[in-house]
Nanobody, 125 residues
């Protein structure tokens, strides 16, 4: 079992940057794929990025490719989401999640068994 806590959200102007962190507690953090999802106002929760257990492989949704970078530090039990060139449409609650599925790079909500409480990101125009 793993508990997740996000931080680093805030208010930023369009074109700015933020770095989200997700601190995990519990056992075997390195055995989980770690993902970031977001839910904008009036929208469904959507996949943003995932990093495979043991690091290395990543995948992004098309709208954030080239702007966002996911990374992890297994020694610190932490996953990060570096967000650059932020746009108003990036405004959302951002959630980190952990998956123990065998899927190479899980992108579906149901593939994640553990979720944080979220951190709000607001991008002003």
């Amino acid at each position: 079992q793993v508990q997740l806590a996000e931080s680093g959200g805030g208010l930023v102007q369009a074109g700015g940057s933020l770095r989200l962190s997700c601190q995990a507690s519990g056992r075997d953090f390195s055995s989980y794929h770690m993902g970031w999802f977001r839910q904008g106002p009036g929208k469904e929760r959507e996949f943003v990025a995932v990093i495979r257990r043991s690091g290395g492989a990543t995948r992004y949704t098309a709208s954030v490719k080239g702007r966002f970078t996911i990374s992890r530090d297994d020694a610190k039990n932490t996953v990060y989401l570096e967000m650059n060139s932020l746009k108003p449409e990036d405004t959302a609650m951002y959630y980190c999640a952990a998956s123990s599925k065998v899927t190479w790079l899980p992108q579906m909500i149901y593939e994640y068994g553990y979720w944080g409480q979220g951190t709000q990101v607001t991008v002003s125009s």
